[in-house]
């Protein structure tokens, strides 16, 4: 059975940091994109950051772009999100997501994911 786990979510004032972990198991993603997605209630699912199997990154560039950094242990199966600077806006819950395509560019489109996580709850607020 394949399971994407987040951790490290929680509640951090604005301008702090955060760490966002997925742990994948099942089977190895090391050839395929994962990516970061996140949601808050009432709205569509927002991509966030993606990386391809050779670290090749791609970020939103309308709301993360500079503050977060995505990386990835293919030795351990896991991507990692660094988030930086956080602001109220930044508050969701973040998903981590697998695509099964192999040696691929990473998709910035939620439809070509096929495996999830069960998200993590980010909070941003004083």
């Known amino acids: 059975q394949v399971r994407l786990v987040e951790t490290g979510g929680g509640l951090v004032q604005p301008g702090g940091s955060l760490r966002l972990s997925c742990a994948a198991s099942g089977r190895s993603f090391n050839f395929n994109p994962m990516a970061w997605f996140r949601q808050v209630p009432g709205k569509e699912r927002e991509f966030v950051a993606a990386i391809s199997w050779s670290k090749e990154t791609t970020y939103n560039p309308d709301s993360v772009q500079g503050r977060f950094a995505i990386s990835r242990d293919n030795a351990k199966n896991t991507v990692t999100l660094q988030m930086n600077n956080l602001k109220a806006e930044d508050t969701a819950v973040y998903y981590c997501?697998?695509?099964?395509?192999?040696?691929?560019?990473?998709?910035?489109?939620?439809?070509?994911?096929?495996?999830w996580g069960q998200g993590t709850q980010v909070t941003v607020s004083s």
């Open positions: 997501a697998a695509d099964t395509a192999v040696l691929k560019s990473p998709p910035v489109s939620s439809t070509e994911y096929v495996y």
